[in-house]
C-alpha cells in the first residue's frame, strides 16, 4: 500500500482592468482559453458535476488527462474543478486524488481581482528555477498575464517564447 504525500497549495492573485463577465467568459469558453494558454482549450459543462476537458493544441502533447468535474459553478463569481495530470504511476499513486483549481472573481471597481487556487500538488509539480518554462509555480503565471494582457489590450503574450 502507497503512502500518501503531503500536498502543497498555490495561490496566486492578479488585478485586471475588466468587467467580471469578460473574465468569466475567458475563463470559461474553449474559444478564450485557446488564445492565451498556448492553444490549451478548456471545455466545460456549465454546472456542478459538469465535465471539464483540457485539451492540447494541434500537435500538441496533452499534459492533463482528457476529462476532470466541475465541482462548483457560480458564474461571475467562482469556479472550481478538479482533473488528473497524465503522469506515471508512482506520482498518481502519492496524491490525494486530482488536482483541483478554484478561480474567485471579485469586481473592485474598474477591474476585477482574480485569485487562482491550485491544491493537491506535490512537491514534483513546481520547479526551483524560476526561469524554466515548467512547473506550476512558473506556469500559472504566465498563463494568467497572458489572459490580463489579453482582455486589457487585445493582445495574448507568446507564451510559446517562453518554452
Excluded at 495561490?11 to 492553444?39: C, D, H, M, N
Excluded at 465535465?51 to 500537435?59: D, E, H, K, T
Excluded at 471579485?106 to 509539480?125: F, G, S, T, W, Y
Aim: proline share 6%.
Amino acid at each position: 500500500m502507497a503512502t500518501k504525500t503531503e500536498t502543497q497549495t498555490f495561490v496566486y492573485a492578479t488585478y485586471i482592468r475588466t468587467t467580471p463577465e469578460k473574465l468569466w467568459e475567458a475563463l470559461t469558453q474553449g474559444g478564450f482559453s485557446e488564445k492565451y494558454w498556448k492553444g490549451y482549450r478548456i471545455e466545460l459543462e456549465q454546472r456542478a458535476g459538469g465535465r471539464v476537458r483540457i485539451l492540447p493544441p494541434s500537435g500538441g502533447r496533452a499534459i492533463w488527462n482528457e476529462s476532470g468535474k466541475v465541482l462548483a459553478w457560480e458564474p461571475i463569481r467562482k469556479l472550481v474543478y478538479e482533473f488528473s495530470q497524465n503522469e506515471p504511476p508512482e506520482l498518481t499513486a502519492k496524491r490525494d486524488g486530482p488536482s483541483r483549481v478554484t478561480y474567485e472573481l471579485q469586481p473592485m471597481k474598474n477591474m476585477v481581482r482574480l485569485l487562482l487556487i491550485h491544491e493537491n500538488l506535490l512537491a514534483e509539480d513546481t520547479s526551483k528555477d524560476p526561469n524554466a518554462a515548467k512547473g506550476i509555480n512558473n506556469g500559472w503565471p504566465a498563463i494568467l498575464c497572458s489572459l490580463k494582457s489579453l482582455l486589457e489590450t487585445g493582445e495574448s503574450i507568446h507564451l510559446e517564447a517562453c518554452s
